[in-house]
């Protein structure tokens, strides 16, 4: 699988798995934006405009390296999945999303006052991460591989390793496969320029309407330690999606802790963090 997104518009997700926007104090933040029901995700944000003319050009997905930013400030592992999907249009709007592969993703944040979300996303190069091991989607409906599919992560930090994100299912997102596609959908070709959230159609437009999409699908929960703790320099952080009926949950503990990253039916994203 292609591992250079420079081509591919770069999407997030917000707010589509339950409690993650409370433990990362962002709830205020969207505390205007009104939703088709309570469990829905909050909106999309761009984390990357190809040949965008803004700081969101800068192309910013490495599959090793987490470079800090140099202003001071807090800065989280964000655990994800994140979709690869191609694209087609009809009358300049979204018509088709068609995923393809999916993988362990990081969409480490800023935890910061910011007017849009974007604007704690893309601080320069290394600032996303995405795994080189794609897995392959046979079909993004239930009854498919991701059903089988559950995502953990992990902080190493001075020769320990601690849980930073809790193991749960990927269906355990709140809007997943055809849901969460039509959801996508509308909202890229309906989004406003409200609150935290941009007008990414007219992005799309700018970039002269991309073919293919890299959409991080929203922040799982962290562990108690995840939540209260920030990266440093010479931590590594690891994001791992893993197939239930072939590993564990202890035994992939123990994977991560003897640095063993290429396994059958996982994906694993491991970072080292930088200055």
């Given at each position: 699988?292609?591992?250079d997104?420079?081509?591919f518009?770069?999407?997030g ?13 962002e709830?205020?933040?969207f ?6 029901d ?5 909106g ?11 700081f ?12 800090l ?11 994800e ?8 249009y ?9 995923p ?23 601080w320069g ?14 079909s ?14 992990f902080?190493?930090?001075?020769g ?6 809790e193991?749960v ?15 996508i ?8 320029n ?10 799309i437009?700018?970039a ?8 991080s699908?929203?922040?799982t929960r962290y ?11 010479g931590d590594?952080v ?32 491991a ?5």
């Amino acid at each position: 699988m292609n591992k250079d997104y420079k081509n591919f518009l770069g999407l997030g997700i917000a707010g589509n798995f339950a409690l993650h926007l409370k433990q990362a104090g962002e709830l205020e933040d969207f505390k205007d934006v009104i939703t088709v029901d309570e469990a829905a995700p909050k909106g999309v944000f761009p984390f990357y405009i190809p040949g965008g003319s803004t700081f969101l050009g800068t192309y910013p997905i490495s599959n090793d390296t987490i470079k800090l930013p140099s202003e001071e400030v807090n800065v989280q592992a964000e655990p994800e999945v994140a979709l690869i999907c191609r694209l087609t249009y009809k009358d300049d709007r979204i018509d088709t999303i068609t995923p393809t592969h999916f993988g362990a993703y990081n969409d480490t944040s800023l935890r910061k006052n910011a007017p849009k979300i974007s604007l704690k996303k893309n601080w320069g190069a290394q600032s996303k991460g995405i795994s080189s091991q794609l897995i392959e989607i046979d079909s993004f409906s239930e009854g498919g591989i991701m059903d089988n599919y559950r995502i953990c992560s992990f902080l190493r930090r001075g020769g320990n390793v601690f849980r930073y994100g809790e193991d749960v299912e990927l269906t355990g997102y709140s809007y997943f496969y055809e849901k969460l596609l039509e959801w996508i959908k509308n909202q890229i070709n309906t989004q406003e320029n409200f609150g935290p959230l941009e007008p990414v159609l007219e992005y799309i437009k700018e970039a002269a309407y991309p073919q293919e999409l890299v959409i991080s699908i929203g922040a799982t929960r962290y562990t108690e330690y995840g939540e209260t703790t920030f990266l440093q320099s010479g931590d590594e952080v690891i994001v791992v999606l893993y197939d239930n009926r072939i590993h564990c949950k202890n035994p992939v503990f123990s994977k991560v802790v003897a640095g063993s990253y290429e396994h059958e039916g996982m994906s694993i994203l491991a970072q080292k963090v930088i200055d």
